[in-house]
């Protein structure tokens, strides 16, 4: 024996309500789509038909349109069967996506209406016919023998607790919102309440002061520049919207989407690339899917070509600007440098652009690094930010140039430019090269030094470093702090072998450290030029010599920006009150 499933109305509403719509503001954008379509049907019938929705708010909202209208068997196929859908082509309703195919468009008029009633009267002739239903799940249809005219009136009686969802003030600007490019003239209370054309259709080129009010009206800023864009296979146009200043990359990049001229949302995601993030769009399209709530886009392979065209469209645009205003694409790159940076990791045309506008950090100061090139030749870079903020002003006073390779993307495109212009174009540069190109010092300072050197070895043996004497420029520096990041690492190894309980894993750790070498990790270049270090060399007390090499190298590790060991605290706290006690005539 077989069964119908019964379908609770209430249960239906409600797991709209909290699961499915974000808002009951929805029903508003359900009967003008559902109006919309109606006019659209009838105009394949009568291309001459008006197309007009006329809305009244008071105790009941009532929405009127001139569309094609239902028979009476249309009536109980569309309105009354939940999911039914066999008659939607038939009508040549132009619906697409979960919402027009399913009928449950209707249902959310229950989210705000205890009641709906619907009056229509079918272009294809018949009478008039109302329907009427409640949230219970029940309805009545008669036939109307009033004169009735072409068309379809809804009217909705608030629920309890709803009443403010039908007002003037509240339905005026949803209606404004969601409907603001339909193809059709809205009226609510008698005034028209639409534009009923896209705003970048009549601009010219995309520089139409228009569109720059039109931006500032929807996103609040006033564009550095207005790109008109378009996706045939998505029956996609609009309009790109170049931010004027910069922003976070982890800002959300959100966009205005209409689907056939209805709103989807004003912050809808996922319609360009991550690194388009300084563009925001207002796009028109007939071929992208929604969502089944139709507040955002469906995630499949034609969102994704849309997403490829607009980034190439976008892309395409800046290469044009460098071409044609060459100042102005250097303004926007310092503005908008990570997105695109991020582009040029992989396009060469936009490689070429980064290199000759957009300012790196270097030795010379921010500059940008065809600049760069043409003063050094090769790009010598260092990857980590603070060990170029510690060579930086010692390679400068010796005439070298260094590029700060340590932020986001700037390692890979310095790569992609050896990849194209040869390896010899940009090359790493490690401390220990930099320490080669300093001078030695006089023979007769290094003797002293060196002597020093040997009576307060234990300062720098607690810290695993190696002392080194040169002379060099700038003469404020008294020590540099070189690092063997090889060395470092076997260091960091063999602690943690000490520290382990399972003699095992310390076995094996110990075997990763065995064949590495005997150089320390970390070496103290001594200044000679310096006025502290040249006393150093005059000292004649051990303990106040070991002191002062302790302190040269404490202040090193913050000069060279590296983390604080315990032994490193240590070190500075015992370094500094001994000086202190010294200083205050302690001894």
């Given at each position: 024996m077989s069964?119908t499933?019964r379908?609770?109305?209430r249960?239906?509403i409600?797991l709209?309500s909290?699961?499915?719509?974000?808002?009951?503001r929805v029903?508003?954008?359900?009967l003008l789509?559902?109006?919309?379509?109606?006019?659209?049907a009838r105009?394949?019938?009568?291309?001459?038909?008006?197309?007009?929705?006329t809305i009244?708010c008071?105790?009941e909202?009532?929405i009127t349109?001139?569309?094609?209208?239902?028979?009476?068997?249309?009536?109980?196929?569309l309105?009354?069967?939940?999911?039914r859908?066999?008659?939607?082509?038939?009508?040549?309703?132009?619906?697409?996506?979960?919402?027009g195919?399913?009928?449950v468009g209707?249902?959310?008029?229950?989210?705000?209406a205890?009641?709906v009633?619907?009056?229509?009267?079918s272009?294809r002739?018949?009478?008039?016919v109302?329907?009427e239903a409640d949230?219970?799940?029940?309805?009545?249809v008669?036939?109307?023998?009033?004169e009735?005219?072409?068309?379809t009136t809804?009217v909705?009686a608030a629920?309890?607790?709803n009443?403010?969802?039908l007002?003037?003030?509240?339905?005026?600007?949803?209606v404004?919102d969601y409907?603001?490019?339909?193809?059709?003239?809205v009226?609510l209370?008698?005034?028209?309440?639409?534009?009923?054309?896209?705003?970048w259709?009549?601009a010219?080129?995309?520089?139409d002061?228009?569109l720059?009010?039109?931006?500032?009206?929807?996103?609040?800023?006033k564009?550095f520049?207005?790109?008109p864009i378009?996706?045939?296979a998505?029956g996609?146009?609009?309009?790109?919207?170049?931010l004027?200043?910069?922003?976070h990359?982890?800002?959300?990049?959100?966009?205005?989407?209409?689907?056939?001229?209805m709103?989807?949302?004003?912050?809808?995601e996922?319609?360009?690339?991550?690194?388009?993030y300084?563009?925001?769009?207002?796009v028109?399209?007939?071929?992208i899917?929604?969502?089944?709530?139709?507040e955002?886009l469906?995630?499949?392979?034609m969102?994704?070509a849309v997403?490829?065209?607009?980034?190439?469209?976008?892309?395409?645009?800046?290469?044009?600007?460098?071409?044609?205003?060459?100042?102005?694409?250097?303004?926007l790159l310092?503005?908008?440098?990570?997105g695109?940076k991020?582009?040029?990791?992989?396009d060469?045309?936009?490689?070429?652009?980064?290199?000759?506008?957009?300012p790196?950090?270097?030795?010379d100061?921010?500059?940008?690094l065809?600049?760069?090139r043409?003063?050094?030749?090769?790009?010598?870079?260092i990857?980590d930010?603070d060990?170029?903020h510690q060579?930086?002003?010692?390679?400068a006073?010796q005439?070298l140039?260094?590029?700060?390779?340590?932020?986001?993307?700037?390692?890979?495109?310095?790569?992609?430019l050896?990849?194209l212009?040869?390896?010899?174009?940009?090359?790493?540069?490690?401390?220990?090269?930099?320490?080669?190109?300093l001078?030695d010092?006089e023979?007769d300072i290094?003797?002293a030094?060196?002597?020093?050197?040997?009576?307060?070895?234990?300062a720098l043996d607690?810290?695993?470093?190696?002392?080194?004497?040169r002379?060099?420029?700038p003469?404020s520096l008294?020590?540099l702090l070189?690092?063997?990041?090889?060395?470092?690492?076997?260091?960091?190894?063999?602690?943690?072998?000490?520290?382990?309980?399972?003699?095992?894993?310390?076995?094996l750790?110990?075997?990763?450290?065995a064949?590495?070498?005997s150089?320390?990790?970390?070496?103290?270049?001594?200044?000679?030029r310096n006025?502290?270090?040249?006393?150093?060399?005059?000292?004649?007390?051990p303990?106040?010599?070991?002191?002062t090499?302790e302190?040269?190298?404490?202040?090193?590790v913050?000069?060279?920006?590296?983390a604080m060991r315990?032994?490193?605290?240590a070190?500075?706290n015992?370094?500094f009150?001994?000086?202190?006690?010294r200083?205050?005539?302690?001894?």
């Open positions: 069964h499933f379908v609770d109305l249960g239906i409600d709209l909290h699961h499915l719509y974000s808002s009951p029903y508003v954008r359900e789509q559902n109006a919309v379509d109606a006019i659209t105009r394949e019938l009568d291309p001459s038909c008006p197309a007009e929705v009244t008071g105790p909202l009532r349109d001139t569309g094609v209208g239902l028979t009476e068997d249309e009536v109980h196929e309105l009354s069967t939940l999911g859908t066999s008659k939607r082509d038939e009508l040549g309703f132009a619906r697409e996506g979960f919402l195919q399913f009928g209707m249902l959310s008029c229950f989210l705000v205890s009641s009633t619907v009056i229509t009267r272009a002739g018949g009478p008039g109302r329907w949230s219970s799940g029940n309805y009545t008669s036939v109307v023998d009033d009735v005219p072409i068309g809804v909705l629920s309890r607790g009443e403010h969802w007002e003037a003030d509240v339905v005026r600007p949803l404004t409907g603001d490019l339909l193809p059709a003239v009226t209370d008698g005034v028209a309440v639409t534009r009923g054309e896209r705003p259709d009549s010219d080129d995309g520089e002061a228009d720059s009010a039109y931006c500032e009206q929807v996103f609040g800023f564009p520049e207005a790109i378009e996706v045939e998505a996609l146009t609009g309009v790109a919207f170049v004027p200043e910069g922003v990359p982890g800002t959300r990049q959100t966009h205005r989407v209409y689907l056939k001229r709103l989807v949302g004003d912050n809808v996922g319609l360009l690339p991550d690194w388009a300084f563009v925001r769009c207002v028109d399209a007939s071929a899917r929604p969502t089944a709530s139709r955002s469906y995630q499949d392979e969102l994704l997403r490829e065209e607009l980034g190439e469209q976008i892309r395409d645009w800046l290469i044009r600007l460098d071409a044609i205003e060459p100042r102005r694409a250097g303004e310092a503005a908008h440098h990570l695109i991020s582009l040029a990791r992989s060469d045309e936009m490689l070429r652009l980064v290199e000759r506008w957009l790196f950090e270097t030795t100061g921010a500059v940008p065809r600049q760069f043409r003063k050094h030749g090769a790009i010598l870079y990857p930010v060990e170029f060579l930086a002003p010692v390679a006073a005439g140039g260094l590029v700060n390779a340590g932020y986001a993307y700037d390692l890979e495109l310095l790569n992609r050896s990849a212009d040869g390896p010899s174009i940009a090359r790493r540069v490690a401390p220990t090269e930099l320490l080669a190109a001078a010092p023979p290094e003797t030094l060196r002597l020093r050197l040997s009576e307060g070895a234990a607690r810290h695993d470093c190696d002392a080194v004497i002379d060099f420029d003469v008294p020590a070189i690092s063997n990041a090889e060395q470092q690492r076997k260091l960091d190894t063999e602690q943690t072998a000490e520290e382990v309980s399972d003699p095992l894993w310390a076995e750790l110990g075997q990763l450290t064949d590495s070498g150089a320390r990790p970390e070496q103290l270049v001594l200044n000679c006025p502290l270090v040249q006393r150093l060399a005059r000292l004649t007390d303990a106040l010599v070991e002191l090499l302190s040269l190298y404490v202040h090193a913050l000069q060279a920006r590296r315990p032994k490193d605290t070190a500075l015992r370094s009150l001994e000086l202190l006690d200083a205050v005539g302690g001894r």
